[in-house]
C-alpha cells in the first residue's frame, strides 16, 4: 500500500529553522513529483511547495519562496522540506503527498499554490509550531 509518514516536527522559535522528511512506501519517490502541503488551525489545507521531476525544480507559493526548499534522497526512497527563517504563520501540521494518475505533476505541481485536487497518496502529517 503506498503511503507517506512524515516527521521532523516540532516546537521552534521565529527565525528558527526545521527539516521536516516525508518517507515513502509502495512506491519509488524518483518517478514522481512530491508535494509539500499544510493545514494551520481552522483553514483549510493549502499547498505550500512541490518538487517537480520534469524539471527538477521546487515551486513555491509566495509566502515560503526563498525560505522553503525542497530536495529528496532517492536511496532512502524520501523527500525533504527545509524550512528556514520561519515565521509565526508557519504554524500548521504539514503533509506531503502525490497524484498517482498525474505523477509528473504536470497538472498540479507548478500551479500557484500546488494543487490539492486529486493527490490521492497522502502521510498524516507532522505539525509544526513557530513560537514568538
Known amino acids: 500500500q503506498a503511503q507517506f509518514v512524515e516527521s521532523g516536527g516540532g516546537l521552534v522559535h521565529a527565525g528558527g529553522s526545521l527539516r521536516l522528511s516525508c518517507a515513502a512506501s509502495g512506491f519509488t519517490v524518483d518517478h514522481y513529483s512530491i508535494g509539500w502541503f499544510r493545514q494551520a488551525p481552522g483553514k483549510e489545507r493549502e499547498g505550500v511547495s512541490c518538487?517537480?521531476?520534469?524539471?527538477?525544480?521546487?515551486y513555491s507559493v509566495d509566502s515560503v519562496r526563498g525560505r522553503f526548499t525542497v530536495s529528496r534522497d532517492n536511496a532512502k526512497n524520501t523527500v525533504y522540506l527545509q524550512m528556514d527563517n520561519l515565521k509565526t504563520e508557519d504554524t500548521a501540521v504539514y503533509y506531503c503527498a502525490t497524484n498517482s494518475r498525474d505523477p509528473y505533476g504536470r497538472s498540479w505541481c507548478k500551479s500557484d499554490p500546488p494543487g490539492l485536487y486529486g493527490m490521492d497518496y497522502w502521510g498524516k502529517g507532522t505539525l509544526v509550531t513557530v513560537s514568538s
Open positions: 518538487f517537480s521531476i520534469v524539471d527538477g525544480t521546487t
